[in-house]
């Protein structure tokens, strides 16, 4: 059985636009778990556009299945999540112009840094993913920082413009999910994934947890969150345990 975690950044953005109260995540947390969500994702920026600390403190009291905490490798975020002991952490690149993440965190030019927040999540006992482009020497360094997880970062594979192309990427994928196995780190994948386009990922072999926010997030606006949580959650594990 396939993991879903649903990340509710974008509850928390609509939010935001209007600087008032509504809609809560931490409402939208709720209704998700309703739906079967294994899990649920928040990106805690340092900008903070959209989900607060407030938010996640909350979260971390309600949410009854796994709270994973996404975060830069900064000082004032690795603080705030050595308190808080979220059951989590992906850690991921962040930059202020984005919209959103592009491209995995960069661990061989950072390696360093990055295995020292490691090991002070660790400390605290918090099981730790790191988000990452399908590279093998990558995968191959995570595993050597002493990560749990990698969440393989499926945005390319998402946005390719023709089969040829995403036939390619998917190839990379299944070959960096495969070295992920092989050194025993847990196998996440992410970004861009949709209910169009997540079958051949969630086919992967050895695919544990797959996190999905904006698709869902969407449909829920049209459905409500809850069915839409449950209908992805539906489509990956009867389509998958069918092939």
């Not at 996404?70 to 004032?76: K, Q």
Request: with cysteine; charged share 25%.
């Amino acid at each position: 059985m396939i993991e879903l975690g649903v990340n509710i950044d974008h509850v928390a953005t609509v939010r935001n636009a209007r600087r008032t109260t509504e809609p809560d995540p931490v409402w939208a947390a709720a209704l998700a778990e309703m739906g079967g969500a294994d899990g649920i994702t928040v990106h805690l920026r340092e900008d903070r556009r959209h989900i607060q600390d407030r938010d996640v403190t909350i979260l971390k009291e309600t949410v009854r299945a796994k709270l994973n905490l996404e975060m830069a490798c900064e000082p004032e975020i690795l603080k705030f999540a050595c308190a808080l002991i979220p059951h989590q952490a992906t850690l991921v690149p962040e930059k202020r112009e984005e919209i959103t993440t592009e491209g995995g965190l960069d661990i061989l030019a950072n390696r360093t840094k990055i295995k020292d927040v490691i090991a002070a999540l660790k400390n605290q006992g918090i099981f730790v993913s790191l988000f990452l482009d399908p590279d093998l020497d990558q995968i191959e360094t995570a595993r050597e920082l002493g990560a749990d997880a990698v969440e393989l970062h499926t945005g390319t594979y998402a946005l390719a413009p023709n089969d040829q192309k995403r036939h390619s990427e998917l190839a990379k994928l299944i070959q960096a999910g495969k070295k992920t196995d092989e050194l025993g780190m847990r196998l996440h994948a992410g970004h861009g994934l949709t209910y169009h386009n997540v079958l051949p990922i969630a086919a992967i072999p050895k695919m544990h947890e797959l996190n999905i926010g904006h698709s869902i997030i969407a449909r829920g606006l049209m459905v409500g969150l809850k069915e839409a949580v449950a209908d992805m959650k539906t489509f990956i594990n009867f389509q998958i345990h069918r092939s």
